[in-house]
């Protein structure tokens, strides 16, 4: 088979590294790749967001499926464009159409999605510029701290927490009144703070059956202790250690089996994989919000951690035989540390160049914000490269990951030493 990946992060590094592996693989294109994906694949430099560039791209490599790594194209519905057109409907894309994008795509949505099904999430409000009168009056409602919501996407920069009620108020009036986040902040959602701990939960589905993938948990500021500005990621771990047999029973019950059933009764069709933002509070689960598709960089230690042949399990996943697959997991845990740059995620270089990769041994590399000139891996991105490594619990683990990030060097380098602290 040919395959076409579309993405350029460690998630696709990541995706493109375990189909490699399949005997079924033919020849994997990327784009638009990077440094770590061009020597494992073809890096095809096109722009994903211009579907019929991918449609020409499509037909001239013979491509019999599509995998897409990032949530813009599919908010933007290139699974719609692929089914509506005659020369590509045939061909199989591993990521949901549309409407089921929504689910990421607005917040709003998936809240009023998540309350028609019954599935448990903070309670919320949602305001425009007309009601931001009322917006104040919901805050006034609530207790410290207040958390307000994009209802667009917003490169997963979208979400601000705040102790104190006046700035809340300026913040909100700062969304909707001057476009803050852009179109984003059209919308904005007000939710109540629920207080526990983060993970994330993946499942693939068929549209008819499911899988439910390993769990992990990430790690989303800069500063060490959790603190400063978000990230795209600075690393992740899995399994989660305190998302024991009993806490993913109840998550199944009450959150991934709604799910998948609420798609089913809204017609909502669904191939690809969802991404459930989970809190713990207290013994239960909330959701905080969905994705529609892997997450970066939990994709980095979900993947590695899985057995089976991921092309065969994309044909299932396109021909609704999801149930004929049994998911074999490898009971180590995984740890990937995100190596970045100076500055991010406010502004940062690019183009310094990496060394000493070739130097790790016992881990593996993927590669995030990288492109390669004149022979040499230089920087392309505020996240650069993860460094993923297997051990008999995370501490191991970790451990292995950290020694291996020493040997990397570039200007600016810069990672948290601090993963799994409260764990």
Known sequence: MNILLLGSGGREHTLAWKLSQSPKLQHLFVAPGNAGTSSIATNLYLNINDF???????????????????????????????????????????????????????????????????IPTAAYQSFTAETLEKGFAFLETLKPPYVLKADGLAAGKGVVILADIEEARAELSHMLLESKFGKASTTVVIEEFLSGIELSCFVLTDGKHYKVLPTA??????????????????????????AEETFMAKVNKQI??????????????????????????????FVIEYNVRLGDPETEVILPRIKNDLLTVFEAAADQTLDSIDLEIDERSAVTVMTVSGGYPEAYKKGYEIQGLESITDSLVFHAGTTIKDNKILTNGGRVIAVTSFGKDHVEALQKSYRNVEKIGFEGKYYRKDLGFDL
């Open 52 to 118: 019929d560039e991918v449609k020409k791209a499509v037909l001239n490599n013979d491509i019999h499926m599509v995998i897409i790594g990032p949530e813009d194209p599919l908010v933007n519905g290139i699974h719609d464009y692929f089914l509506q057109d005659t020369a590509l409907k045939d061909i199989p894309v591993i990521g949901p159409e549309k409407l089921a994008a929504t689910l990421e795509g607005s917040k709003d949505f998936a809240k009023q999605f998540m309350m028609r099904h019954g």
């Open 217 to 242: 948990k990430d790690y989303k500021k800069i500063g060490e202790g959790d603190r400063g500005l978000n990230t795209g990621g600075m690393g992740a771990i899995s399994p989660v250690p305190f």
């Open 256 to 285: 991934i089996v709604p799910t998948i059933q609420g798609l089913q009764k809204d017609n909502i069709p669904y191939r690809g994989f969802i991404f459930i933002g989970l809190i713990k509070v207290g013994e239960d689960p």
